[in-house]
Each structure stands twice: as structure tokens, then as C-alpha cells.
């Protein structure tokens, strides 16, 4: 090749890209929706110390977003400077970067908008006198007009035609309805992260959403609904290196997906799977299975701790040290649960202190030296209510520690099977069922494998110093195994037997289980040893963990085996049942009492 051929080639191949299709570009990774608009706009709000937000849109915001606030506003220089690509106060030098990022700040977000609509914004800085404010005029990216403008200190930015540079990406977005539910829901996260500060919602003049600056409690009443918060209850937990606080739901509200679950970190909205799950976890066996407890959820940490995520949108965060958070939730849901008795109080935090200003400068010695500074209520839900009042709820008390169970007056139908069938009107005396009032118009259904599963549970793991009792077998059963299960059956021997099924070495490899508690079918017994195994392997999880899991798969072989139950032994169970910790719930999250309704009869025979 020539070299002027190489020259023609090259230069009509290869073109440097505009600043502003660079823009457009990057525009495509920061705004997906106008709900996108919205998110990064209220945070710059937010980063300027705002006190109230006010956002109003049109047409699911397509045709205006504009967002109004009190906060420390820009000089003239900067808000031209604010449109320019890579232009932020908030990152000085690349040591900020890393950490920065993970709190979204790239300095893209205004230069990103600016490419795809007209965008107008007008600010005042605080300091200046006269409200001697700025108004700069911005069409697809270009300025058109600076001037002179009167304002309140503060900063106002009016995004109008949105997408209207990129008409490709118009035609993916959703309509102005679904779009301003994204909105919606953008600013019920916001107004979540940062209960200090005001917020309303209106889209032509109808508000959506409005929420004056107070705690969390009260924020929760205001954008959730008083449904939500009576669902409720409050929980706080403190180690060197994190805290937790907000409220999370009773075991019998919970849903079948995660819709209401809000996690903020550091008051930003992210989500977790991690922390979904080590919540769920920490209900233990207070869940029906599948179901996804609801929750509001600060988590404040070092953002160290956390792996940093450069994709903007991408709200999924990871722990540097998953197994040490997923430690910690267990152990505040656990004591919400209780009544957090041993919750340590009274119950105050430097938490809206703390969030206040970000300098980002010395973010981390800010972080640090916060945490010990002078204490702040974070809201009043601790001080005004005493946590055990709150918390006492009728589906987690021990109910024999209230009422002593009278069996013999329940007007016990009959047997069928392992079910138990009672007549309803009389029975809220003695049981009291989660999500079910009292009195209970037709007729309740016990399972009574699963009150033996609740009951086995309750002996093996809540209440250790009861053992279980154990019967010979008659003919001892033989378990080969193959040597690296050898090891781990070997040291499991002890909690094993503990868990109710007595077995020893016999030979190299081969072991024989003599004895095990009644109920469980000897044919099965092999097979739940082998199943056992598997919860063996897992190397990091806590003994008393991995005791819990043993015992839920022990716990669903109760009662295989039988098929009868005669009425004496079905009191005995009942009564057994009511002395547990849990006694609506079997192990594996199924009721154990369930309720037919006299209008479930009626539907039946329609
Ligand atoms: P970033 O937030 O990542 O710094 P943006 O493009 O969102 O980047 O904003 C650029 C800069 O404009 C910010 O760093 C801030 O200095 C300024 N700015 C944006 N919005 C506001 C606002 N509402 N009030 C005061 N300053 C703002
Ligand atoms: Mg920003």
C-alpha cells in the first residue's frame, strides 16, 4: 500500500467524534429514562445541601422535568462550567475517584442531559447578595444565552424535550404514564435515603408525593402509608464498622417478591441481594417459605467496605466481606424480633449528622470522626416508644407464656389423616393466628407433621437443655460412606446426637446408626444422612447455623412414617406446640394451623 493510499484510508475511516455526539453517547449510559433525569438531579440537590426539593413534570417527563432547590446554588462561571462534560466540584484529585464513584459522582450527569433536551438552568449562589442569580440557556448540548437572572439562592434546572436529539432512543422509552411511575418510584427512594429533607412530587399540579423534612418514622408514614408502617417495627444495631437502623416487617407481613424492601447505604438506594437474604435469614423460621420480608433499611459504613461499581445505573452493591455483614443482619433482625431487649439504648445516632455535608476531600476522616461526635436523636420512634411496646406482637409471643393452654375446651371435629379438624368460634381463646382476626367464623385445620417438625425444632435447637428423646432401632441401619465423608461424619457425631439420631464408626468408612427420635421412618434415615452431607460441606456458616439446618432437614421427616393419629396424641401435640417459639410456623415456613373461612365453604360449593 502507498502511503497516500494509507492516508485516504485512514482519514475516511477514522473520525474523531464530536463533542457532542460524545455526549449523546455517554448520555445513553447516565439517562435511561426520565426517571433517570430525576435520580440524578435531586442527588445534585442533595450534594448541594438542599433542604427542599420541589420536582414537576409533564407528560411523564418527555415534555418538562423541572427541579427546584434551596441549596448552596453556583456562581456564573460555574453553572457553565456545571453543562461541560467531566466538570464536578466533587472529585479534586484520582485518590477521590474510586470511592467517589461508587456514590455516583462522574461530573456527566448535567452534560449528559443537556445533550438530549433543551435545558435551562438558573442559580443563585448563596453567598451572593441581591439574589443576583445566573440563567444559562442550553439547546442539545450548545449553550445558546447567558444572563442575568433574580433568584433565591439555590438552583433550578428545567430539562424540556427530553430525547429530543436522539430520536432512536425516543421510540424505546415507555409511555408518559409508566414513566412517571418510574418517577414516582425514583422519589420514594429519594425521600426515603434523606428524611431530613423536604420533597414534593407534582405532575401537572397534581402532587404525587409530599414529604416534609423529619425522621424516618414519620417519613415512612408519609410516602409509604400508615399500612406500611403498622406492618412494621422498629430495629437498630451497632458494631465498629456498621450500623443498622430502620424498621422491618412482621414475619406475617411478608410478601411473595421483594417489592417492599428499601435499602439505602450511606442514604443512597441500592440494592442487595446479599442483604435481602441475610434479613430473611435472620427471621429464621418465622417465614412461610418463599416469602420476602419488607423493610426500610440504613446501612452506614466505610464505602472501603464496599466493592466499588463503576456502571452508573447499576445499583447492585457487594461487600468486601460478605459473610461479616450477612453476621451482623442476622444478629439486628434477631434482636428487633425479640423486642430488642438487648438492643443498646437509649437508642441515638450522629446518623442525619452524619450525611449532612459530604466534603469530599476527606470523606473518610469525615466518616471516622463523625461517628463519635456529639449524639444526635435520629428520630424520635426510639425515644417516644419503647421498642418492647412496638414490637410486642401477638404472632411472635410465646403464646404459653400468656394464657395457659386449655386443649380439652377446644371443640375438637375429628381427625383426618395427620390433619386435625377443630371448629373455629371458640378456638381464638387458645390460638391466636397470624394474619387471620379473631374470632375465627368456621373451621381451623391443624398439620399435625408440621406441629411435630415445629415442636422437634423448638427441642433440638431453641431449647437445648430439653433433649430430645430417642428410641432404638431394631435392626441398626448401615451407612457406607466414602472417606472424605468419613471426616465430616466423624467430627458432626456429637451435634448429630444431638439432633437426635445416635450413630457410630463401625469399621473403616462405615457407620451404624443405632438409635433415633421417634417419628422419623427408618428407610428414610440413610437418605436424610446423606442429605445431611451436603449441609456439612458448607464450610462458612456458623455452628449454630448449620445446627438450624440440620434440624429443618431433620424436622420434615417427622412423621413421615405415619398415617394415624389417634385424639389423645394430637392434645399432647397441641398443647407441646403452644409452648414454642414459634408455634404458627413450622421450620420450613409452612403453617401449621391453617383457617377456613365460612365464606371459603360458600366459594367451595359455587
Ligand atoms: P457530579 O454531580 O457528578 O459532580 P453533575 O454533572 O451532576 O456531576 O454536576 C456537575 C456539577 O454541577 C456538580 O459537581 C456541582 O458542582 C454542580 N451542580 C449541579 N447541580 C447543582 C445544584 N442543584 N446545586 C448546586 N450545584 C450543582
Ligand atoms: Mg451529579
Given at each position: 500500500?502507498?502511503e497516500g493510499l494509507k492516508q485516504e484510508s485512514m482519514t475516511s475511516r477514522i473520525k474523531v467524534l464530536?463533542?457532542?455526539?460524545?455526549?449523546?453517547?455517554?448520555?445513553?449510559?447516565?439517562?435511561?429514562?426520565?426517571?433517570?433525569?430525576?435520580?440524578?438531579?435531586?442527588?445534585?440537590?442533595?450534594?448541594?445541601?438542599?433542604?427542599?426539593?420541589?420536582?414537576?413534570?409533564?407528560?411523564?417527563?418527555?415534555?418538562?422535568?423541572?427541579?427546584?432547590?434551596?441549596?448552596?446554588?453556583?456562581?456564573?462561571?460555574?453553572?457553565?462550567?456545571?453543562?461541560?462534560?467531566?466538570?464536578?466540584?466533587?472529585?479534586?484529585?484520582?485518590?477521590?475517584?474510586?470511592?467517589?464513584?461508587?456514590?455516583?459522582?462522574?461530573?456527566?450527569?448535567?452534560?449528559?442531559?443537556?445533550?438530549?433536551?433543551?435545558?435551562?438552568?438558573?442559580?443563585?449562589?448563596?453567598?451572593?447578595?441581591?439574589?443576583?442569580?445566573?440563567?444559562?440557556?442550553?439547546?442539545?448540548?450548545?449553550?445558546?444565552?447567558?444572563?442575568?437572572?433574580?433568584?433565591?439562592?439555590?438552583?433550578?434546572?428545567?430539562?424540556?424535550?427530553?430525547?429530543?436529539?436522539?430520536?432512536?432512543?425516543?421510540?424505546?422509552?415507555?409511555?408518559?404514564?409508566?414513566?412517571?411511575?418510574?418517577?414516582?418510584?425514583?422519589?420514594?427512594?429519594?425521600?426515603?435515603?434523606?428524611?431530613?429533607?423536604g420533597f414534593i412530587l407534582k405532575s401537572h399540579d397534581d402532587i404525587l408525593l409530599e414529604a416534609s423534612?423529619?425522621?424516618?418514622?414519620?417519613?415512612?408514614?408519609?410516602?409509604?402509608?400508615?399500612?406500611?408502617?403498622?406492618?412494621?417495627?422498629?430495629?437498630?444495631?451497632?458494631?465498629?464498622?456498621?450500623?443498622?437502623?430502620?424498621?422491618?416487617?412482621?414475619?406475617?407481613?411478608?410478601?411473595?417478591?421483594?417489592?417492599?424492601?428499601?435499602?439505602?447505604?450511606?442514604?443512597?438506594?441500592?440494592?442487595?441481594?446479599?442483604?435481602?437474604?441475610?434479613?430473611?435469614?435472620?427471621?429464621?423460621?418465622?417465614?412461610?417459605?418463599?416469602?420476602?420480608?419488607?423493610?426500610?433499611?440504613?446501612?452506614?459504613?466505610?464505602?472501603?467496605?464496599?466493592?466499588?461499581?463503576?456502571?452508573?445505573?447499576?445499583?447492585?452493591?457487594?461487600?468486601?466481606?460478605?459473610?461479616?455483614?450477612?453476621?451482623?443482619?442476622?444478629?439486628?433482625?434477631?434482636?428487633?424480633?425479640?423486642?430488642?431487649?438487648?438492643?443498646?439504648?437509649?437508642?441515638?445516632?450522629?446518623?442525619?449528622?452524619?450525611?449532612?455535608?459530604?466534603?469530599?476531600?476527606?470523606?473518610?476522616?469525615?466518616?471516622?470522626?463523625?461517628?463519635?461526635?456529639?449524639?444526635?436523636?435520629?428520630?424520635?420512634?426510639?425515644?417516644?416508644?419503647?421498642?418492647?411496646?412496638?414490637?410486642?406482637?401477638?404472632?411472635?409471643?410465646?403464646?404459653?407464656?400468656?394464657?395457659?393452654?386449655?386443649?380439652?375446651?377446644?371443640?375438637?371435629?375429628?381427625?383426618?389423616?395427620?390433619?386435625?379438624?377443630?371448629?373455629g368460634s371458640l378456638a381464638h381463646k387458645i390460638f391466636q393466628l397470624p394474619s387471620v382476626k379473631a374470632?375465627?367464623?368456621?373451621?381451623?385445620?391443624?398439620?399435625?407433621?408440621?406441629?411435630?417438625?415445629?415442636?422437634?425444632?423448638?427441642?433440638?435447637?431453641?431449647?437445648?437443655?430439653?433433649?430430645?428423646?430417642?428410641?432404638?432401632?431394631?435392626?441398626?441401619?448401615?451407612?457406607?460412606?466414602?472417606?472424605?465423608?468419613?471426616?465430616?461424619?466423624?467430627?458432626?457425631?456429637?451435634?448429630?446426637?444431638?439432633?437426635?439420631?445416635?450413630?457410630?464408626?463401625?469399621?473403616?468408612?462405615?457407620?451404624?446408626?443405632?438409635?433415633?427420635?421417634?417419628?422419623?421412618?427408618?428407610?428414610?434415615?440413610?437418605?436424610?444422612?446423606?442429605?445431611?452431607?451436603?449441609?456439612?460441606?458448607?464450610?462458612?456458616?456458623?455452628?449454630?447455623?448449620?445446627?438450624?439446618?440440620?434440624?429443618?432437614?431433620?424436622?420434615?421427616?417427622?412423621?413421615?412414617?405415619?398415617?394415624?393419629?389417634?385424639?389423645?396424641?394430637?392434645?399432647?401435640?397441641?398443647?407441646?406446640?403452644?409452648?414454642?417459639?414459634?408455634?404458627?410456623?413450622?421450620?420450613?415456613?409452612?403453617?401449621?394451623?391453617?383457617?377456613?373461612?365460612?365464606?371459603?365453604?360458600?366459594?367451595?360449593?359455587?
Amino acid at each position: 500500500m502507498t502511503e497516500g493510499l494509507k492516508q485516504e484510508s485512514m482519514t475516511s475511516r477514522i473520525k474523531v467524534l464530536s463533542e457532542e455526539t460524545i455526549n449523546q453517547i455517554a448520555a445513553g449510559e447516565v439517562i435511561e429514562n426520565p426517571a433517570s433525569v430525576v435520580k440524578e438531579l435531586v442527588e445534585n440537590s442533595l450534594d448541594a445541601k438542599a433542604q427542599h426539593i420541589s420536582v414537576e413534570v409533564l407528560s411523564g417527563g418527555f415534555q418538562l422535568i423541572r427541579i427546584s432547590d434551596d441549596g448552596i446554588g453556583m456562581s456564573q462561571d460555574d453553572a457553565v462550567l456545571s453543562l461541560e462534560r467531566h466538570a464536578t466540584s466533587k472529585v479534586r484529585k484520582i485518590e477521590d475517584l474510586l470511592s467517589i464513584y461508587s456514590m455516583g459522582f462522574r461530573g456527566e450527569a448535567l452534560a449528559s442531559i443537556a445533550a438530549i433536551s433543551k435545558l435551562t438552568l438558573i442559580t443563585c449562589e448563596k453567598e451572593t447578595s441581591n439574589h443576583q442569580g445566573v440563567k444559562v440557556v442550553c439547546e442539545g448540548g450548545k449553550i445558546r444565552s447567558v444572563g442575568v437572572f433574580s433568584r433565591q439562592a439555590g438552583t433550578t434546572l428545567e430539562v424540556a424535550s427530553l430525547f429530543y436529539t436522539v430520536p432512536a432512543r425516543k421510540k424505546f422509552q415507555k409511555s408518559p404514564p409508566q414513566a412517571l411511575a418510574e418517577i414516582h418510584k425514583t422519589m420514594l427512594f429519594l425521600a426515603l435515603a434523606r428524611p431530613d429533607v423536604g420533597f414534593i412530587l407534582k405532575s401537572h399540579d397534581d402532587i404525587l408525593l409530599e414529604a416534609s423534612s423529619g425522621c424516618l418514622e414519620k417519613r415512612i408514614q408519609e410516602v409509604l402509608g400508615q399500612d406500611y408502617f403498622k406492618s412494621v417495627i422498629p430495629i437498630f444495631y451497632e458494631e465498629s464498622w456498621i450500623k443498622i437502623e430502620g424498621f422491618i416487617g412482621k414475619p406475617s407481613m411478608a410478601r411473595s417478591n421483594k417489592s417492599g424492601q428499601y435499602l439505602f447505604i450511606n442514604h443512597r438506594a441500592v440494592v442487595s441481594s446479599g442483604v435481602s437474604f441475610a434479613v430473611s435469614d435472620g427471621y429464621s423460621t418465622m417465614l412461610e417459605a418463599r416469602k420476602h420480608p419488607i423493610f426500610v433499611l440504613h446501612l452506614t459504613l466505610n464505602p472501603e467496605l464496599l466493592d466499588v461499581n463503576v456502571h452508573p445505573q447499576k445499583k447492585e452493591v457487594r461487600f468486601k466481606d460478605e459473610s461479616s455483614m450477612k453476621i451482623a443482619i442476622r444478629k439486628a433482625v434477631n434482636l428487633a424480633l425479640q423486642g430488642g431487649e438487648k438492643q443498646s439504648s437509649p437508642v441515638k445516632s450522629s446518623f442525619f449528622e452524619e450525611l449532612a455535608p459530604i466534603s469530599i476531600g476527606n470523606l473518610f476522616a469525615d466518616f471516622e470522626e463523625k461517628k463519635s461526635s456529639k449524639e444526635k436523636t435520629l428520630c424520635s420512634f426510639k425515644a417516644k416508644v419503647p421498642i418492647k411496646e412496638v414490637s410486642v406482637q401477638q404472632d411472635l409471643l410465646p403464646l404459653a407464656s400468656l394464657t395457659l393452654p386449655k386443649i380439652d375446651d377446644l371443640e375438637i371435629i375429628g381427625i383426618h389423616g395427620s390433619y386435625l379438624l377443630i371448629e373455629g368460634s371458640l378456638a381464638h381463646k387458645i390460638f391466636q393466628l397470624p394474619s387471620v382476626k379473631a374470632p375465627y367464623e368456621g373451621l381451623l385445620i391443624v398439620d399435625l407433621k408440621a406441629c411435630q417438625s415445629r415442636i422437634y425444632f423448638d427441642k433440638a435447637v431453641t431449647r437445648v437443655q430439653e433433649s430430645v428423646e430417642m428410641q432404638a432401632l431394631l435392626f441398626p441401619i448401615t451407612v457406607h460412606v466414602n472417606s472424605a465423608e468419613a471426616y465430616l461424619f466423624e467430627a458432626a457425631l456429637p451435634l448429630i446426637y444431638h439432633l437426635g439420631i445416635q450413630m457410630r464408626l463401625f469399621g473403616e468408612n462405615t457407620f451404624i446408626i443405632e438409635a433415633c427420635i421417634q417419628g422419623l421412618k427408618e428407610e428414610k434415615l440413610k437418605q436424610l444422612l446423606y442429605e445431611c452431607l451436603d449441609e456439612m460441606r458448607l464450610g462458612e456458616i456458623s455452628e449454630i447455623e448449620r445446627k438450624k439446618r440440620l434440624a429443618i432437614k431433620i424436622a420434615r421427616n417427622i412423621g413421615m412414617g405415619k398415617v394415624r393419629y389417634n385424639l389423645a396424641e394430637s392434645k399432647v401435640i397441641l398443647s407441646e406446640l403452644l409452648k414454642t417459639e414459634h408455634p404458627y410456623f413450622c421450620p420450613a415456613g409452612k403453617k401449621t394451623i391453617g383457617y377456613m373461612s365460612v365464606e371459603q365453604y360458600d366459594r367451595f360449593f359455587n
